[in-house]
Structures are given as C-alpha cells and as structure tokens.
C-alpha cells in the first residue's frame, strides 16, 4: 500500500459523507446580509444553542483504489454518531458483519481515526501539533464545523459576497483563500463549505442539506456530502455521504465521555501514523 494512498484515503473518512440521496439546490433569492459581522453573527447563532446530541444513518463511501480508474464503493452503518460541542465527538461506521469497521473520534486535546480489517490503518494527531491547513484534510473538525458545532473566529480575516441565492464568507490566511462558507439567504443555513491548500487550490468541498432540529434554535444538516481532492490525482476524487436519521438530544454522563471520548491505543493495527502539521508520520511496529 503507497503512502499516498493511505493518505487520501484517511483524508476521506475523516472528512466524511453516505446512501445517495439528492441534495437540493435552492432557487429562491432572498436579501443576504448587509456586512461581514451580520453574517458571522447569524452563523453564531445556531452555535449559541448547540448542545450534545446523537443520531444514526448510513454512509456511502467513494474511492479509487490504487491502479484502478473506476472508483470503488462501500456502504456503511452509522451506530452512532455521538457529539458532545464543542470538541467531542464519535463516529461509528460498521460493515456487513464487521463492527466497527471504522472509527472516528476527537476531544479536546486530540482526534483519531481506526480503519478495519481490510486497510487495517490507525491515525491519530493532537490539535495542538497542527498548525496548517496543508496536507491531508485529517482534520475532524471538518465534520463538527459542517455539524454546526465548530467554532467561528470572528476575529480572522473574513469578507462577505452575494451571489443568487447564497451570502459567501471567505476566510483568507496570509493573504491567501482558505475557505469560503455558502449560505442560503432564505434560512441562513449552511450549504456549502469550501477548503482551499496553500496554492489556492480546493481540497474538500462539504454540501449540506436536510436541515433538523435537534433541541430549540440548534439545527443540524441530516445529509452531509464532503469530496476530497488528492493534489496528485485531481480526477480521482474521494467522495463520502452521510445520511443521519433519528437524529436527538442526548446526556452525556462521564461514563459515556470516558467511553467514547477517550483515544484507545492502536494495539492490533498493521498500519499506524500521527499527524503533524498535516504530514503522516509512520508508526508502524
């Protein structure tokens, strides 16, 4: 198995997406917001009344395995998704008679991801050692931002644009574009978030859709769609989709927090990595 390989793959499901349900462009044009600071506190709104949750679903991954030019598919179950804002989550995929099939999960201090059996791949990295946005998009604040329960700096260089139906913040390091956020104007929800490398060029692109209410004022997207861009083989893209259902609060006591926000050791995996400032580092026993 190449290195890059096994990058992109993890880049993938790390990012996530599921069965392929349609993502619905909107068509009404509503008046977006008139600065950057309307906007950004719109979005902190729905942040505001986050609270924990937990929902099932299924998952649709799309890849191309190494050599090949037809991508590949693998269905998942969702048993469960569980997050607690605004750091900790755990997200459970099973195969047909393979539980736990793959596994992610983040707190505060540090993220995951454990793949089986077939890759048999372990990897893990601490947020403070990633400082940049290059490299493979491991990042598991990628789902809790496309969740709505990632934070949003108000403080970083943001500016503000309309086009149609949509009000777009984009995010600028250095001068650079790293991100830009679509929101539809009608219900200033989410609909699409764009992640820029280095160069300026997309690395993932996350649509949104199917909106829930999980408890009063705190909404969740129940469709999540994310592709991931290698930055050798742009053609072959990594596409996953998650569909949640039975999507509800939920208490998290501290016997469920030490539980499944609790990094376990890679004991059993053939292949292991941390990552660092986005670069893989091999583990491997």
Known sequence: MSKEWMLSAAAGMLILAGCTPTLITPTNVCPGKR??????????????????FQAGGDCLIEYYPEGKSKPSKENLVVTPL???????????GDKVGIARAMILGSNEQEFWLAIRPEISFYVWGQWSEQETS????????TLLEALGVGDIDTNEDWSLSNKGAYDILTKRERGVIAKKIHIFSCDYRVRKIEFFDSNGRVAAV????????????????????????????????????????????KKITKPLRDYYFTRRPPD?????????NGELIDESQ
């Open 268 to 276: 059993g995996f053939k292949n292991v990595g941390r990552i660092v």
């Open 134 to 141: 290059d490299g493979p998009m491991i990042n598991p604040r």
């Open 82 to 92: 569980l997050v607690e804002p605004p750091a900790n989550m755990y997200f459970q």
């Open 206 to 249: 996350t649509q949104l859709d199917r909106y829930e209410e999980v408890t009063e004022g705190f909404h969740i997207p129940a469709l999540i769609k994310v592709t991931t861009y290698s930055q050798t083989e742009r053609d072959k893209p990594f596409t996953i989709t998650v569909s949640l259902r039975h999507l509800r609060p």
């Open 35 to 52: 600065s950057v600071n309307e906007a950004l506190a719109a979005l902190q709104r729905n942040a505001q009344n986050m609270a924990p």
